[in-house]
């Protein structure tokens, strides 16, 4: 596993023409899938160079999103802490609730445009659930969201809503009855389901063009943080710090600073019971490469190669111990433990 | 030796005029010693070909026979490396059936292609099918099974174009799998008049036998695609059995065999009752 060698530091060239960002990556889908995955791909690609669909992503980010999000000085928590100054990014503050309705609002956007009429879409906690049943309920398309059937009983408030805007939401009870599952079922129903149907999903997985598009589209993030930064101190951040579980937020707010060699990164995973356990969710710190819903990517799994389940608290510990930016290859290639250990 | 041994199996049935039955089990299902007894019973119920699953915790190309399937054999702790074990104890009693392992990529990256290919081979395995590796990513695992002489069996489907087919058929050998529907194991079932004209342009397109599997749970059915293609794979209803056996407190072994055994027939007699009707 020996990854190219574009320029050092150079990350936007990444994906490759084989949906690779070095190592990792790729399009690890059954045959049946596959002719639909370069369908996308063409269709993400013209879409990416029309300056009609990015003015109508603009438009919809801006009128119906809520975009920009503000940059709020936190004040009291910089003073609490005594050290850096301290931002944060309101991205709560978007309609439904959360970042994830800035790559629903592209991807919808893009199946439209490809013709499709029924969307399916994955979720864990709920987020990227009720922003897919939002956008869905937007532009008048059926939505069956796959939800393991424990995160169901976990998050019912967001079923509910997802049930409220017209979403049908399947209970996963497959394997372990969570995320992971849910995935497999989204991918069960795309396979079955090719000719009309979107899978729209929600994270920096999946086979190429999924995380590409998911960076593009969730970029806005970092885009709108350089811009803000600038505006309220004349100079890029020293740091960002995003929390790390599928990684669409980080890699929204890392990549338009991947570039920049004086603003450290550092992606933090939920270490829950301790990296000393095996009951946490650090994909990165605490798992291996390997192969999962068609990339290749650091999985939590057993020496045989089974994939485990992470494990997911009410109120999930950052690990401080471990707050490395690694970013893997989601974002960027290679170990960036080098340029960011401190 | 491993190539060959699929060659010599389709060239006797090619001489017999009939097409192969292909069994699908999964290894350790509902355990070790059972699945190794299914597996050392399958060559005289009248399998032609072994499909052999390895199990893997998230199948994302599988109906719930199959997804329960791998539950059941890794609860009882199989791994890949027991499923090499379980060929080699079967290479002791048969040496001419081929097997295919058939699976998903994770297990086999974690042990790496090259270690597994000759693992593989020195156990006895013939070919391998993975399901989530399309010809896009298969050069790797392609070049470290020749090495070892073994056959990558990469998937046609419905949404297969000719040109795709041309790119699977690259790095394919033994014979031609041809999906029979848009979908996961076990739940849709194949139409053998909708499939037939897709058996050709694959056969075509490889110069290879053509065996047709995903959809197909009866003996009429079976029978039905025998007519049309080289060999016709059971999986899902076999696997079924198991689970059955379990719930109602019968031998497994005993029971997935007889199932194997009126398929087998039917596919067996299909071409000799087309020719009498």
């Known amino acids: ?176 009855a969570t995320l992971k599952d849910a995935m497999n079922e989204a991918l069960r129903d795309w396979v079955t389901n090719v000719h009309d149907t979107y899978y729209m999903i929600g994270t920096a997985a999946g086979m190429h063009p999924y995380p590409e598009m998911v960076r593009d589209f969730q970029s806005v993030i970092g885009k709108e943080v350089r811009e803000q930064t600038l505006a309220a101190e004349g100079r890029l951040p020293d740091a960002v710090v995003a929390c790390v579980g599928g990684g669409s937020n980080a890699i929204g707010i890392f990549h338009p600073f991947l570039n920049d060699e004086g603003v450290r990164l550092y992606g933090v995973e939920a270490a829950g019971e301790g990296m000393d356990t095996d009951r946490h969710a650090a994909a990165i710190n605490g798992g291996r490469p390997g192969v999962l819903h068609g990339n290749m990517t650091y999985l939590l799994q057993d020496p045989e190669g089974q994939i485990t389940e992470a494990h997911s608290i009410s109120r999930p510990r950052l690990s401080r111990h471990r707050a490395r930016a690694f970013l893997a290859a989601r974002c960027r290639p290679g170990d960036l433990s080098d340029r960011h250990r401190r | 030796m491993t190539k060959a041994r699929i060659d010599a199996r389709f060239a006797a049935l090619k001489a017999e005029g009939r097409a192969a039955f292909v069994a699908y089990v999964m290894a350790g299902d509902p355990d070790y010693a059972t699945g190794l007894e299914i597996l050392k019973g399958l060559p005289g119920a009248g399998a032609d070909v072994i499909e052999l699953g390895f199990p893997f915790s998230d199948p994302m190309a599988e109906g719930p026979p199959i997804q329960r399937a791998a539950l059941r054999a890794l609860d009882k702790g199989m791994t890949l490396t027991k499923t090499l074990q379980m060929i080699s104890e079967f290479r002791q009693v048969d040496q001419t059936t081929p097997i295919i392992l058939m699976g998903y990529a994770n297990p086999l990256i974690n042990r790496g292609f090259e270690t597994f290919a000759r693992d593989a081979a020195a156990a006895g395995a013939d070919g391998l099918i993975v399901v989530d590796i399309p010809p896009e990513e298969a050069d790797p695992l392609a070049d470290a099974l020749d090495a070892e002489q073994m056959s990558l069996l990469l998937l046609s489907t419905p949404t297969s174009d000719d040109a795709r087919l041309k790119i699977i058929q690259k790095r394919t050998s033994g014979f031609a799998y041809y999906v029979s529907v848009a979908g996961v194991t076990g739940v849709k079932e194949a139409d053998a008049a909708v499939v ?63 199932k194997v055994d009126s398929l087998a027939k039917a596919v067996r007699s299909a071409r000799v009752e087309s020719l009498t009707v």
Not at chain 1, 89 to 97: A, D, F, M, Q
Not at chain 1, 143 to 153: F, I, L, P, Q, T
């Open chain 1, 1 to 176: 596993m020996n990854a190219p060698t574009p320029a050092p530091n150079d990350y936007s060239a990444y994906p490759d023409a084989q949906g690779r960002f070095g190592d990792y990556g790729g399009r690890y889908v059954p045959e049946t899938l596959m002719p639909l995955v370069h369908e996308l791909d063409a269709a993400y690609r013209a879409a990416k160079a029309d300056p009609a669909f990015q003015a109508e992503l603009s438009g919809f980010l801006t009128h119906y999103v809520g975009r920009p999000s503000p940059l709020y000085f936190a004040e009291r928590l910089t003073r609490h802490y005594g050290g850096a100054k301290i931002y944060l990014k309101r991205e709560e503050l978007n309609h439904t609730g959360s970042h994830k309705i800035n790559n629903c609002m592209g991807q919808i956007l893009l199946a439209r445009r490809m013709g499709k009429t029924r969307i399916i879409a994955e979720t864990g906690a709920g987020q990227h659930g009720v922003a897919s049943a939002t956008v869905c309920a937007r532009f008048g398309l059926p939505c069956v969201v796959y939800m393991g059937a424990v995160d169901v009983e976990r998050q019912k408030p967001n079923v509910f809503r997802m049930n409220l805007l017209g979403a049908r939401v399947e209970a996963v009870t497959s394997g372990s």
């Open chain 2, 196 to 258: 037939a004209p897709h058996v050709q342009r694959v056969r075509a397109a490889s110069g290879l036998p053509v065996c047709v599997g995903f959809g197909i749970r009866t003996p009429e059915r079976a029978a039905a695609v025998a007519r049309v293609a080289d060999g016709v794979v059971v999986g899902s209803a076999l696997v079924e059995e198991v689970a059955e056996a379990l719930a109602v407190n019968e031998t497994v072994t005993a029971r997935v065999l007889s």
